[in-house]
């Protein structure tokens, strides 16, 4: 069955660097989006970036647009997520999820329907 696994999470200084990898058993991972979202205590699970691997589509948050980056390796069905240039109000537990239908240009939590455990991401001096 679909899974995804992410991985990668911890402890990094602001204006540091982290890279997140999201590990995808079960399914070809040309055929899907991913996602990438974010969510923070008490907040509202938010979308960060996504990458439709069928039409090559890319999208990232205003947020992040510069500082993070989307890629994959095919052959280890690995989704990275390269985060630079970290915040302090980037920690969050970040989540990696699937649209099977590989349709989603967005990460909207509507349109994915498989879903990571998640990883933390903590910034701080």
């Known amino acids: 069955h679909l899974q995804l696994v992410e991985s990668g999470g911890g402890l990094v200084q602001p204006g540091g660097s982290l890279r997140l990898s999201c590990a995808a058993s079960?399914?070809?991972?040309?055929?899907?989006?991913i996602g990438w979202f974010l969510e923070a205590p008490g907040k509202e699970r938010g979308g960060v970036s996504c990458?439709?691997?069928?039409?090559?589509?890319?999208f990232y948050a205003d947020s992040v647009k510069g500082r993070f980056t989307i890629s994959s390796d095919n052959a280890k069905k690995t989704v990275y997520l390269q985060m630079n240039r970290l915040k302090p109000e980037d920690p969050a537990v970040y989540y990696c999820?699937?649209?099977?239908?590989?349709?989603?240009?967005?990460?909207?939590?509507?349109?994915?329907?498989?879903w990571g455990r998640g990883t933390q991401v903590t910034v701080s001096s």
């Open positions: 999820a699937a649209d099977t239908t590989g349709s989603a240009w967005y990460p909207l939590e509507y349109a994915y329907n498989s």
């Open positions: 079960g399914f070809t991972l040309d055929d899907y989006a």
């Open positions: 990458s439709n691997f069928r039409d090559g589509r890319t």
